[in-house]
């Protein structure tokens, strides 16, 4: 079997509500997706819902090779990139591109992906994630409380710009989450936006309030020394990494006492490379945690990790309306997923096109750049505060 082409389909939607961090505290309810279709001489074709331009480079690489070989033609593609590195977007296109070698990997074994990957069952733990900033009481309230309808017993809430907000917000999170548990697992995600000094001073007034099980982003992604200091001044564990480019970043984190669990994520590192870090963390006792994806298409991976936590989920169906199915959905507070072969993704072509012919007014800014005064000081959020792009 060979690699005989490729397409690349990129689109514009909409989300029933902005997605905002402290970073991009009110929100952005565009989002630019992309679709990287692989096909092989024999009609089976692998599916990522990701790509960008750099796919057209490397796909030169795998052009006419066998799909089935995909940690060699991972090991391929990050040599190419060799001077300028795995990172950036030459990173995030051999993410897509592997993600696709994946899903035909398990097409053409006619099976599910969990079970290609080696995986018992196919299904991982859940942790609902608000995305959410701008949302308001109430509407944190539902989210997790529909989560928790569904058995979710853990939840992620964005903070970092007001202690009020935050101690009353994670409140309500717990509140929600409690009717499935009576101390549901809480974790926060700054998102790079604090200080490691601020992190501690911070951590310390919320812990005073809440038991919380990890603590996100607390320092720079590489900023070994700040991480490892708020990891040894806090209750909380130190969770980083959806940012890293691959198993050298972790390396360091790990290897200095930086990290206590791994984020890992789709966009930069594909399966090859999450696989790797998950390993990496797995060696050194460390669990790891997979973070969001469309369709919830990574719980694949997450299933077939034997250090896997819980998977980061997001819930709101309107970020998927390319797909026509994803054969899975939380049940219990967990990621139940079917047996289609391969990621199980269905594109609703229809759905697709119409996307594509739909003017917003705008393009939204994809980039989700860091806030001005990240780091240096607490800003108070400022509801009419629009200068984050
Ligand atoms: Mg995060």
Redesign the pocket.
Known sequence: MKITGYRLEKYIYKIDRGLA?ANNPSGEDLSIGSLLFLETDEGVTGIAPAGNEKVQDLFKIIEGQDPRSVVWLWKKMDDFVFKGGNQGEAAAAISAIDVALWDLKAKINQEPLWQTLGARHGRTKAYA?DIGYCMKDEDIYNFYSKMADNGVDAG?LKIGLSMEDDLRRIGIMKEALSKVRERPFLMV?V?EYWSPKNSIKLMNEIEKHYDIFWI??PARRWDYRGLRKVSKSVKAAV?TG?NLNGISDVTSLITNYSVDII?IGVRQLGITGARQCANMAHAYELPVSM?NCQANYMAHLAAAIPNHVMM?VFGTPDREHVFKSWDNEIQDGFIVMGNSSGLGLEIDYDALRDLQNTDYGRIPNNSAPRRQGAGLEIKPLDENEVDWL
């Open positions: 961090d994630s992620k995600d998102n996100e982003e969770a959806e984020n973070m980061e």
